[in-house]
């Protein structure tokens, strides 16, 4: 339950639907890397990854404070701009 005066989080729609709390989020990044595969890999292995993507192809990896990750289907740069206006607004999809 919210306290008076308390804010509540800031979401950011990740595409579909899903939405991200904005202050547990530490990077964006573009999947197409070794080292992102390799991150995505290991995360599915120990049951921390979250695939927000509805069956289409992955455009960026959102990683978490928590080290969960998260796949989407919105390209990172729209997903970074989304958190720079700082509203969760439901774009058009990419």
Request: hydrophobic content about 40%.
């Amino acid at each position: 339950m919210m306290k008076k005066g308390e804010m509540s989080p800031v979401l950011v729609n990740i595409g579909f639907g899903n939405v991200v709390a904005a202050s547990r989020v530490v990077a964006i990044v573009t999947p197409g890397s070794a080292p992102m595969k390799r991150l995505r890999e290991e995360a599915k292995k120990t049951g921390r990854l979250l695939d927000a993507t509805e069956g289409r192809r992955t455009r960026s990896i959102i990683v978490t404070d928590s080290n969960h990750i998260i796949l989407s289907a919105i390209q990172a740069e729209t997903i970074t701009q989304r958190f720079l206006e700082g509203t969760g607004a439901i774009a058009e999809e990419d």
